[in-house]
């Protein structure tokens, strides 16, 4: 799956935190949820906002409920306007893919596929907090434009802190993904396709 390359810049840090997908207890959305009071301790002006639907949603709201963190999670729905959704994408410093390993990981849907989302925060300049799950998760961390975690809260909480605590590796990070991505552009991929 390729991108045509992103037309706009991020103009200023955030610190939002972004998750888009469908809701389901496999997306691994609930542990973020979870490392949110740690990072909040830290960066009380975070934000986790989830753009998506799903069977999930009021179980993912009621533990924001539980954990006393609604004002820092935003639940913004599906949004089909793809200008709007390009605009909150552009307003994240960050994203997160934290996808729920299984025991066998070649069991794992998330591991053979290639989750366009990814490629999409890395298009738009966003590090990905992610599992070890999808098959190129190693590629993104080598190439400096993720961190890999444990399906772990502190783990989760660790990375995005790291990230969202230093101005200048949340920049590199964000530099890293945009260049990462070119490869991945349309243009290069249908050209060499077609001339090959």
């Known amino acids: 799956i390729g991108v045509y390359p992103a037309s706009r810049k991020r103009l200023k840090k955030t610190s939002k935190v972004l998750f888009i997908g469908h809701l389901l207890k ?19 002006k975070c934000k986790l906002i989830v753009v998506g639907g799903g069977e999930y949603k009021d179980a993912l709201i009621r533990k924001t409920k539980q954990l006393g963190i609604s004002n820092a999670v935003e639940f913004k729905g599906w949004i089909k306007d793809k200008s709007e959704l390009e605009s909150i994408t552009f307003e994240a410093d960050l994203a997160v893919a934290c996808y729920v390993p299984e025991k066998e990981m070649l069991r794992n849907f998330s591991y053979y596929a290639d989750p366009t989302k990814i490629k999409d925060y890395l298009n738009a300049g966003l590090p990905v907090v992610m ?7 190693s590629d993104i961390e080598n190439n400096e434009c993720g961190i890999i975690v444990k399906y772990e809260k502190r783990s989760i909480a660790s990375a995005i802190l790291k990230l969202l605590q230093d101005d200048k590796k949340l920049a590199f990070y964000q530099k890293n993904a945009v260049k990462f991505m070119k490869k991945y552009n349309w243009d290069l991929i249908f050209t060499k396709a077609l001339n090959g």
């Open 26 to 44: 496999k997306q691994g959305v609930q542990k973020v949820i979870e490392a949110l009071p740690e990072i909040l301790k830290k960066i009380p």
């Open 131 to 137: 599992t070890n799950v999808p098959h190129n998760a």
